[in-house]
């Protein structure tokens, strides 16, 4: 991790527009999801809470991107970008994002009910 904040180019590029354009399968969705989830999990570990909420935030819009807003690995990501806002005192976006996490799980059962 860059002690300056600033999350590596090589890191920031790995969900850009290319690669959810170009990755049509759910596998590598998934590959690219849990790379940046990773690397958001070093930045934590290293308080980087900036840098992580990055990572977060790019693996989220490649979930939205390629699975949707009713995938449950787009809602534990919202649940995890949520976390580390409010680990920044951002806690009127944490809770905004917990609200939307939880209308997400609301409808995902709702669907499961039918």
Do not use: F, W
Request: glycine residues 8%; charged residues 25%; hydrophobic residues 35%.
């Amino acid at each position: 991790p860059d002690p300056g904040g600033a999350a590596p180019a090589a890191k920031r590029s790995l969900a850009g527009p290319e690669m959810a354009a170009s990755s049509s399968s759910y596998n590598k969705v998934g590959i690219n999801v849990t790379t940046l989830m990773r690397e958001a999990l070093s930045y934590l570990a290293d308080e980087n809470y900036g840098c992580a909420e990055e990572c977060y935030a790019e693996a989220l819009q490649v979930s939205l991107t390629e699975c949707g807003e009713k995938h449950p690995m787009t809602a534990t990501l919202l649940g995890h970008l949520a976390r580390v806002c409010s680990q920044q005192g951002k806690h009127d976006l944490s809770a905004q994002m917990l609200e939307r996490q939880l209308r997400m799980y609301e409808t995902e059962e709702a669907l499961q009910d039918r």
